[in-house]
């Protein structure tokens, strides 16, 4: 958050069972544009393959985030 306040762009990697709490929080911090890239949940007790997979398959919602487009961006 502290990031975006400054003009840097970022995107906050949540899974879609944290989709709601993402938003109450991004909200309640006075950023409710701030971008999410959302994953299938879980992240933690993957094999590396695994997590490469997952994180190949955000990579799209992230390019979007940072660049500001609403095409592949979610949230």
Do not use: W, Y
């Not at 906050?12 to 069972?17: F, R």
């Not at 992230?62 to 487009?69: F, K």
């Amino acid at each position: 958050m502290e990031l975006e306040r400054r003009g840097i762009p970022t995107v906050t990697v949540c899974t879609h069972l944290f989709v709601t709490l993402g938003n109450v929080e991004r909200r309640a911090l006075g950023m409710p544009e701030l971008p999410l890239a959302i994953p299938q949940h879980p992240l933690g007790g993957l094999c590396a393959e695994a997590v490469k997979e997952k994180a190949d398959a955000l990579l799209e919602q992230v390019v979007a985030g940072l660049t500001g487009s609403t095409e592949s961006a979610s949230g």
